[in-house]
C-alpha cells in the first residue's frame, strides 16, 4: 500500500479537460502516467474530465481504460428509451451511482482515493446562479458523494438530467468561466505550471451555440445555464489560446490529440479501443519530454 501513498512531482498542477467519450483518447494518459509511475500532487478536471481524475487517483489503469472503452458495450448505460424517462440518453444514475459499487461493473476503489495524498478538484456548474464550484476530499467522505460529483460534473445539457446535492440542482462543469478546462482551480491552488490534458486537436476552435432558442426553452427556469451555452465556446476558445501561451512561455505542457477519431456520444467499442491505442502511442512519444518537464530522470 505504500506505494499509493505518495507523490513525486509536487510543483505541477495536472489537468484532465472533458469530452464524454473522447476520454477514449486521453484515458490512455492516465494509464501511461501511472505505468511511468508519474504521482502528481494535485489533479483537477471537470466533465469526463472528472472521471480521468478519480480513476489517476485509485492509480486503476485497469478502470481508467474500460470506464471509456470496454464499458460502452453496457445496455444499461442508456439510449433513446431512457432519455425518454428522464434518465438521461447516458443513463448517469447507472454509470456513475451504481456502476462504481463493490461487486457492479465498474467498482472503484475507494480506499485508495482516500490513501492517495494528492488534491484534487471536480468542478461543476450550479444552474441557479451560474456559480462554478469546485469540489475537492473534504466535500467526498465517500462513495456516495464522490460518484454524485463526477456525474453532476459530467451532466451533459439535455442528454441528461440535472444532478441535486444538497438541495441544490448543478450541470455539467463546462459551462462555467474556462470552458471546461480546470485552469482556474489550478490556478487558485496556487500552481503555475500546469500538465493540461485536451481532448480536442490544435486546430479546434469551437464554432458559436447553434439551436438557441431550443436551449433557451429548455432552460427557460434557470437563464443562467441558457447565458453560460451561449457564452461557453469563447470562454473555451480562450482558455485554449491562453495554453497555448503558457506553452510557449514554457509553464505548460499540453497534451494534444494528433487526431481525435470519435465524438462525445460514441459507443462502439471497437473505434473507442482503436481511439485509446492512439492515444496510448503518442503519449509514449511525449513521455520523455514530460518528464524533464516534471523534473523527473528519464
Known amino acids: 500500500m505504500t506505494e499509493r501513498v505518495t507523490s513525486n512531482v509536487t510543483d505541477t498542477a495536472l489537468i484532465f479537460e472533458g469530452g464524454g467519450m473522447r476520454a477514449s483518447y486521453t484515458s490512455a494518459v492516465v494509464v501511461e502516467l501511472l505505468r511511468a509511475?508519474?504521482?502528481?500532487?494535485?489533479?483537477?478536471?471537470?466533465?469526463?474530465?472528472?472521471?480521468?481524475?478519480?480513476?489517476?487517483?485509485?492509480?486503476?489503469?485497469?478502470?481508467?481504460?474500460?470506464?471509456?472503452?470496454?464499458?460502452?458495450?453496457?445496455?444499461?448505460?442508456?439510449n433513446v428509451r431512457t432519455w425518454v424517462r428522464g434518465k438521461g440518453l447516458f443513463n448517469a444514475e447507472y454509470i456513475y451511482e451504481t456502476s462504481g459499487h463493490p461487486g457492479q461493473a465498474l467498482p472503484f476503489?475507494?480506499?485508495?482515493?482516500?490513501?492517495?495524498?494528492?488534491?484534487?478538484?471536480?468542478?461543476?456548474?450550479?444552474?441557479?446562479?451560474?456559480?462554478?464550484?469546485?469540489?475537492?476530499?473534504?466535500?467526498?467522505?465517500?462513495?456516495v458523494s464522490l460518484m454524485k460529483r463526477v456525474r453532476a460534473s459530467s451532466t451533459m445539457p439535455v442528454l441528461m438530467p440535472p444532478v441535486t446535492i444538497d438541495g441544490v440542482d448543478y450541470i455539467d462543469g463546462a459551462l462555467g468561466p474556462t470552458g471546461g478546462i480546470a485552469l482556474d482551480a489550478a490556478r487558485a491552488a496556487g500552481y503555475q505550471k500546469f500538465l493540461v490534458i485536451l481532448t480536442q486537436p490544435r486546430t479546434y476552435v469551437k464554432p458559436p451555440l447553434r439551436n438557441e432558442r431550443l436551449y433557451g426553452r429548455w432552460f427557460r427556469r434557470t437563464?443562467?445555464?441558457?447565458?453560460?451555452?451561449?457564452?461557453?465556446?469563447?470562454?473555451?476558445?480562450?482558455?485554449?489560446?491562453?495554453?497555448?501561451?503558457?506553452?510557449?512561455?514554457?509553464?505548460?505542457?499540453?497534451?494534444?490529440?494528433?487526431?481525435?477519431?470519435?465524438?462525445?456520444?460514441?459507443?462502439?467499442?471497437?473505434?473507442?479501443?482503436?481511439?485509446?491505442?492512439?492515444?496510448?502511442?503518442?503519449?509514449?512519444r511525449e513521455l520523455p519530454a514530460w518528464r524533464e518537464f516534471l523534473g523527473l530522470p528519464r
Open 223 to 284: 437563464p443562467a445555464v441558457v447565458d453560460a451555452l451561449i457564452r461557453r465556446p469563447a470562454r473555451y476558445n480562450a482558455t485554449r489560446e491562453e495554453l497555448f501561451e503558457l506553452e510557449r512561455e514554457g509553464r505548460a505542457m499540453l497534451f494534444v490529440p494528433e487526431t481525435m477519431p470519435v465524438t462525445n456520444g460514441e459507443r462502439s467499442v471497437a473505434k473507442l479501443q482503436a481511439a485509446h491505442e492512439l492515444g496510448l502511442a503518442q503519449v509514449r
Open 37 to 78: 509511475g508519474i504521482h502528481i500532487d494535485w489533479v483537477g478536471g471537470i466533465s469526463a474530465g472528472s472521471s480521468n481524475t478519480v480513476n489517476y487517483l485509485t492509480r486503476d489503469a485497469v478502470r481508467a481504460r474500460t470506464s471509456f472503452v470496454e464499458f460502452s458495450a453496457d445496455p444499461r448505460m442508456g
Open 109 to 143: 476503489d475507494f480506499a485508495a482515493y482516500q490513501a492517495n495524498p494528492a488534491t484534487m478538484a471536480i468542478g461543476s456548474f450550479r444552474m441557479s446562479d451560474g456559480e462554478m464550484v469546485y469540489w475537492g476530499k473534504s466535500d467526498t467522505p465517500d462513495l
